[in-house]
């Protein structure tokens, strides 16, 4: 797996916002068991409280099985979007979702409502697992 990283001016990133992410890219890849796969993740941080506008604070694009561009707004909660936005990659990487976000493991889901897709309940669900496992290992 290989990550990198971009921000708004120029491209040019904080050293500290960068180390922090990749530190906390790796954790999470781990916990995901996506670490060895052998992908590509740009992270894009955008300094914006949302990164379009329907008001997301994080996207994730799978260009395809081993490519993926995150997007993410650094005013609000940067750790946690990235979480659940590392879990989409896992979820396109493994094969459990489809480029078009229609088939979720096998299953067609393109009547199914933005809040009741199985990804993102998944994404939702497990990114509050990975924070809270992420928190707890600063811990002494």
Same mark, same amino acid.
């Given at each position: 797996?290989?990550?990198?990283?971009?921000?708004?001016?120029?491209?040019?990133?904080?050293?500290?916002?960068?180390?922090?992410?990749?530190?906390?890219?790796?954790? =999470?890849?781990?916990? #995901?068991?996506? %670490?060895?796969?052998? $992908?590509?993740? !740009?992270?894009?941080? @955008?300094? /914006?409280? &949302?990164?379009?506008?329907?008001?997301?604070?994080?996207?994730?694009?799978?260009?395809?099985?081993?490519?993926?561009? =995150?997007?993410?707004? #650094?005013?609000? %909660?940067?750790?946690? $979007?990235?979480? !659940?936005?590392?879990? @989409?990659? /896992?979820? &396109?990487?493994?094969?459990?979702?489809?480029?078009?976000?229609?088939?979720?493991?096998?299953?067609?889901?393109?009547?199914?409502?933005?809040?009741?897709?199985?990804?993102?309940?998944?994404?939702?669900?497990?990114?509050?697992?990975?924070?809270?496992?992420?928190?707890?290992?600063?811990?002494?």
């Amino acid at each position: 797996m290989k990550v990198f990283f971009s921000g708004p001016r120029d491209g040019q990133l904080d050293t500290y916002l960068q180390a922090s992410a990749l530190m906390f890219v790796k954790f =999470i890849s781990k916990e #995901l068991n996506i %670490n060895r796969l052998r $992908t590509n993740i !740009h992270v894009k941080f @955008h300094h /914006k409280l &949302f990164v379009d506008n329907s008001h997301s604070e994080g996207l994730c694009e799978s260009v395809d099985s081993r490519n993926f561009i =995150i997007d993410v707004a #650094l005013y609000g %909660n940067w750790m946690s $979007t990235l979480a !659940h936005e590392l879990v @989409h990659v /896992k979820q &396109f990487a493994r094969g459990e979702l489809t480029e078009n976000l229609q088939y979720w493991k096998g299953k067609d889901h393109s009547e199914t409502k933005y809040w009741d897709q199985p990804w993102e309940k998944e994404a939702r669900r497990l990114q509050v697992q990975l924070m809270t496992k992420y928190m707890k290992s600063f811990e002494v």
